[in-house]
């Protein structure tokens, strides 16, 4: 059900109020009619609706040879992109070149001069007020930086009327062939028809044909991706933007004839233009669009035709500053298209995509962001949110939708406004936790705040044991502020997840002050916070934990069998470990990780020992001889990441170190297929050993490279492995 909320002030609103102004209502009474004509009758009665909600004043619907002053609707379509309200012999005028303009206009009206807020699809807010006084001459007048506004957020694709009031688009792709928005090149040219007989018409590296990218100076696959794009076009004649554009790996064509190009063209997006440029030419009433994305980012020198739309995308920059900050190389290349084109449509992400309600600080950066777009040439630009629900949803989507239409917009005023407007009295303790923790992000630099990153990554700064205990406590002095209303209750308990889930990743390394276990027990705060996550998410309706299809309801079940696991006896907990192999990166390379009592999770940050392209080959040592009955270690899975379970796992026993018995080889109970379940863990476990021994090796087996079929093909696979038990 939806819920408008009426607030009730003591004195009337008014924006810019002086003895000049001119009253449209004045002590719940007025002398206009709003001229209704079949044209412009949905956008009148917007209008009327509000302002008789607002005031209780309902104008009358007149006529042009009626007398008395009017409010007006007029399109004057021979101007760029623009909304006005101004008065004009005595009427007041709302005029655009467009009606989606004229209804931009009236929602920046209402905002502006009414104070209403749309913060969700259900919670509208209209103050009540006697009196609309309007300043004399120009009320409102905006002509937008960003023509085309998408914020990719299930908030306004399921509420299409709530994007309109924030301005932005009710789809992720406006005017999109439905079939070829973004990478497509596997779809016009799937390796399963082609590849086996034509290997040629794919990408070469290091000597081999892989079906990762298309070879883009093979005559074959334009004409091929050339009637693709025909066959498209009359399929859905209607639409008028079309992707071609590479699939999401940086796997690019380096044979001879292709990497002319990309040398003469300084840039491996040379030959991405020439190959777009030329189907383009056959099609000059349409757009074709096109990726700058990871090896294409940097512009060549070689020009977009003009009916050719580059989507420039910002996914290796650190999200703990502004771009023009600390992602130089990702200005510089907007700076360069800039110079080639003017038709730039900018990706850019606002969210952690490896774990949706992770606390993500990123604030402060989402203005000065836009900021660099537009004056970069940028008037299409497509903010990734999570689509899903992720940390304040609501606010974030609100914001960036806002600082989209204007973005001099001032971020702190919008920020108080909303947690104000929102979430009631707890509204200046989310406020607080917005500030908290992104001064404490602010103090973490240098730090790099990943797209793909993980909670983990802040435990020594931002997401510290004292800086967690200080957000908790915000929240919880919120609830208090908040008792009794089950409303601001659920909107509240559902902006407190993210700080929960990072309390349950806390508990999950051990952090000191989150001690998973309180003698042999599981601590009961961790049970209470699990719950309460639990709760929270099922009465919000939030399912997703990730963008690979990780839920909500396998995370609990995880981190439940996990709990199980933690309180099975483990000889092997706190044994010296020695490498036989080398780890990489993650984990800082401690082997101490297999046996320190820590569980990994979902993603490869969270307390895994990770091996690129090698086995893992580890020797654990119980320093006196004792009877094994059971050995088991658990591998993560991350398919799109290159992070694959093991082949098999084998372990091995001895008393002195020199003389081992292997155990039976444990298989891989789920190869991998292209349909496998993106984000994973499986248990390796031998039961029965009834073995004497001091040492026990493990080996697993790494499958050395990604499948041909897999994007990464041919580059080294990774296997990552967590506690190692032993009973």
Same mark, same amino acid.
């Given at each position: 059900?939806?819920?408008?909320?009426?607030?009730?002030?003591?004195?009337?609103?008014?924006?810019?109020?002086?003895?000049?102004?001119?009253?449209?209502?004045?002590?719940?009474?007025? +002398?206009?009619?709003?001229?209704?004509?079949?044209?412009?009758?949905?956008?009148?009665?917007?209008?009327?609706?509000?302002?008789?909600?607002?005031?209780?004043?309902?104008?009358?619907?007149?006529?042009?040879?009626?007398?008395?002053?009017?409010?007006?609707?007029?399109?004057?379509?021979?101007?760029?992109?623009?909304?006005?309200?101004?008065?004009?012999?005595?009427?007041?005028?709302?005029?655009?070149?467009?009606?989606?303009?004229?209804?931009?206009?009236?929602?920046?009206?209402?905002?502006?001069?009414?104070?209403?807020?749309?913060?969700?699809?259900?919670?509208?807010?209209?103050?009540?007020?006697?009196?609309?006084?309007?300043?004399?001459?120009?009320?409102?007048?905006?002509?937008?930086?960003?023509?085309?506004?998408?914020?990719?957020?299930?908030?306004?694709?399921?509420?299409?009327?709530?994007?309109?009031?924030?301005?932005?688009?009710?789809?992720?792709?406006?005017?999109?062939?439905? @079939?070829?928005?973004?990478?497509?090149?596997?779809?016009?040219?799937?390796?399963?028809?082609?590849?086996?007989?034509?290997? =040629?018409?794919?990408?070469?590296?290091?000597?081999?044909?892989?079906?990762?990218?298309?070879?883009?100076?093979?005559?074959?696959?334009?004409?091929?991706?050339?009637?693709?794009?025909?066959?498209?076009?009359?399929?859905?004649?209607?639409?008028?933007?079309?992707?071609?554009?590479?699939?999401? /790996?940086?796997?690019?064509?380096?044979?001879?004839?292709?990497?002319?190009?990309?040398?003469?063209?300084?840039?491996?997006?040379?030959?991405?233009?020439?190959?777009?440029?030329?189907?383009?030419?056959?099609?000059?009433?349409?757009?074709?669009?096109?990726?700058?994305?990871?090896? +294409?980012?940097?512009?060549?020198?070689?020009?977009?035709?003009?009916?050719?739309?580059?989507?420039?995308?910002?996914? =290796?920059?650190?999200?703990?500053?502004?771009?023009? @900050?600390?992602?130089?190389?990702?200005?510089?290349?907007?700076?360069?298209?800039?110079?080639?084109?003017?038709?730039?449509?900018?990706?850019?992400?606002?969210?952690?995509?490896?774990?949706?309600?992770?606390?993500?600080?990123?604030?402060?950066?989402?203005?000065?962001?836009?900021?660099?777009?537009?004056?970069?040439?940028?008037?299409?630009?497509?903010?990734?949110?999570?689509?899903?629900?992720?940390?304040?949803?609501?606010?974030?989507?609100?914001?960036?939708?806002?600082?989209?239409?204007?973005?001099?917009?001032?971020?702190?005023?919008?920020?108080?406004?909303?947690?104000?407007?929102?979430?009631?009295?707890?509204?200046?303790?989310?406020?607080?936790?917005?500030?908290?923790?992104? *001064?404490?992000?602010?103090?973490?630099?240098?730090?790099?705040?990943?797209?793909?990153?993980?909670?983990?990554?802040?435990?020594?700064?931002?997401?510290?044991?004292?800086?967690?205990?200080?957000?908790?406590?915000?929240? =919880?002095?919120?609830?208090?502020?908040?008792?009794?209303?089950?409303?601001?209750?659920?909107?509240?308990? @559902?902006?407190?997840?993210?700080?929960?889930?990072?309390?349950?990743?806390?508990?999950?390394?051990?952090? @000191?002050?989150?001690?998973?276990?309180?003698?042999?027990?599981?601590?009961?705060?961790?049970?209470?916070?699990?719950?309460?996550?639990?709760?929270?998410?099922?009465?919000?309706?939030?399912?997703?934990?990730?963008?690979?299809?990780?839920?909500?309801?396998?995370?609990? +079940?995880?981190?439940?069998?996990?709990?199980?696991?933690?309180?099975?006896?483990?000889?092997?907990?706190?044994?010296?470990?020695?490498?036989?192999?080398?780890?990489?990166?993650?984990?800082? *390379?401690?082997?101490? +990780?297999?046996?320190?009592?820590?569980?990994?999770?979902?993603?490869?940050?969270?307390?895994?020992?990770?091996?690129?392209?090698?086995?893992?080959?580890?020797?654990?040592?119980?320093?006196?001889?004792?009877?094994?009955?059971?050995?088991?270690?658990?591998?993560?899975?991350?398919?799109?990441?290159?992070?694959?379970?093991?082949?098999?796992?084998?372990?091995?026993?001895?008393?002195?170190?020199? /003389?081992?018995?292997?155990?039976?080889?444990?298989?891989?109970?789920?190869?991998?297929?292209?349909?496998?379940?993106?984000?994973?863990?499986?248990?390796?476990?031998?039961?029965?050993? =009834?073995?004497?021994?001091?040492?026990?090796?493990?080996?697993?087996?790494?499958?050395?490279?990604?499948?041909?079929?897999?994007?990464?093909?041919?580059?080294?696979?990774?296997?990552?492995?967590?506690?190692?038990?032993?009973?």
């Amino acid at each position: 059900m939806k819920h408008t909320i009426f607030y009730v002030l003591l004195t009337a609103i008014c924006i810019a109020c002086s003895s000049n102004s001119i009253p449209l209502i004045q002590k719940g009474k007025s +002398t206009f009619g709003i001229l209704q004509t079949e044209d412009h009758k949905s956008i009148s009665d917007t209008l009327s609706v509000y302002l008789e909600q607002a005031t209780g004043v309902r104008l009358a619907a007149v006529s042009e040879g009626d007398t008395g002053p009017k409010i007006r609707f007029e399109i004057d379509p021979n101007t760029t992109d623009f909304t006005k309200v101004y008065w004009r012999e005595g009427d007041l005028i709302f005029t655009a070149n467009s009606e989606k303009m004229l209804t931009n206009g009236v929602y920046a009206f209402l905002e502006q001069s009414l104070g209403v807020r749309w913060y969700d699809p259900q919670t509208t807010i209209v103050p009540q007020q006697q009196s609309v006084l309007l300043p004399q001459g120009v009320v409102l007048a905006h002509t937008p930086q960003v023509t085309t506004r998408t914020v990719h957020a299930r908030l306004f694709y399921d509420h299409p009327e709530f994007a309109e009031k924030l301005r932005v688009t009710p789809v992720a792709f406006p005017d999109y062939v439905p @079939e070829a928005r973004v990478h497509t090149f596997h779809r016009f040219m799937p390796h399963e028809k082609y590849y086996q007989d034509h290997p =040629e018409y794919y990408a070469l590296r290091n000597g081999k044909r892989l079906p990762t990218q298309l070879c883009l100076t093979n005559p074959d696959v334009f004409d091929i991706v050339n009637d693709a794009v025909k066959i498209l076009f009359e399929r859905y004649p209607d639409y008028k933007v079309l992707s071609v554009s590479q699939d999401d /790996n940086t796997q690019y064509c380096q044979c001879e004839a292709c990497e002319k190009i990309h040398q003469e063209t300084g840039s491996p997006a040379g030959s991405m233009i020439d190959f777009v440029n030329r189907i383009a030419a056959g099609y000059p009433d349409k757009t074709i669009s096109t990726l700058a994305y990871q090896y +294409t980012r940097k512009p060549p020198t070689n020009r977009p035709a003009e009916n050719v739309l580059i989507t420039l995308c910002s996914i =290796e920059c650190d999200r703990s500053v502004p771009i023009a @900050e600390g992602c130089a190389a990702f200005a510089q290349d907007l700076a360069g298209w800039s110079a080639l084109t003017d038709n730039i449509r900018i990706w850019d992400y606002t969210t952690q995509f490896t774990n949706f309600l992770a606390p993500f600080p990123n604030w402060q950066t989402l203005q000065p962001n836009i900021e660099l777009f537009v004056a970069n040439n940028a008037r299409w630009i497509f903010e990734q949110h999570s689509n899903q629900p992720s940390e304040l949803f609501a606010l974030r989507a609100y914001i960036t939708a806002q600082l989209l239409w204007n973005p001099n917009q001032d971020l702190d005023l919008l920020l108080a406004d909303f947690t104000n407007g929102y979430y009631g009295a707890a509204g200046p303790y989310v406020l607080q936790y917005i500030t908290e923790i992104s *001064e404490a992000m602010a103090d973490a630099q240098p730090f790099f705040l990943f797209l793909y990153g993980d909670p983990s990554q802040g435990f020594d700064s931002f997401l510290s044991a004292q800086q967690l205990n200080k957000y908790h406590a915000l929240f =919880e002095q919120g609830a208090q502020a908040v008792a009794g209303q089950p409303a601001l209750e659920a909107r509240l308990a @559902e902006a407190q997840l993210s700080i929960d889930y990072a309390m349950l990743e806390a508990y999950r390394k051990g952090l @000191e002050g989150f001690e998973m276990r309180t003698d042999q027990t599981v601590n009961p705060r961790v049970l209470d916070v699990l719950n309460r996550f639990e709760t929270v998410t099922a009465q919000r309706n939030i399912t997703a934990m990730n963008e690979t299809r990780f839920t909500v309801a396998q995370y609990l +079940t995880d981190y439940r069998n996990m709990l199980t696991r933690m309180q099975t006896p483990n000889r092997a907990k706190g044994s010296r470990v020695q490498l036989l192999t080398q780890p990489k990166k993650y984990a800082d *390379e401690n082997p101490q +990780t297999l046996t320190d009592g820590a569980f990994g999770g979902s993603s490869f940050y969270a307390n895994w020992l990770g091996f690129e392209g090698n086995n893992l080959e580890a020797v654990i040592d119980l320093e006196t001889v004792m009877e094994i009955h059971q050995l088991e270690i658990a591998f993560l899975q991350v398919t799109n990441h290159i992070v694959f379970f093991p082949t098999q796992v084998q372990f091995s026993v001895s008393q002195d170190g020199v /003389n081992w018995v292997a155990l039976p080889a444990i298989a891989n109970q789920a190869p991998l297929q292209p349909d496998s379940k993106i984000n994973d863990h499986q248990i390796f476990a031998i039961k029965n050993v =009834e073995q004497q021994a001091r040492y026990v090796k493990v080996v697993g087996q790494n499958p050395a490279t990604a499948p041909y079929w897999h994007h990464a093909a041919g580059l080294p696979s990774w296997v990552f492995a967590d506690e190692v038990l032993i009973n």
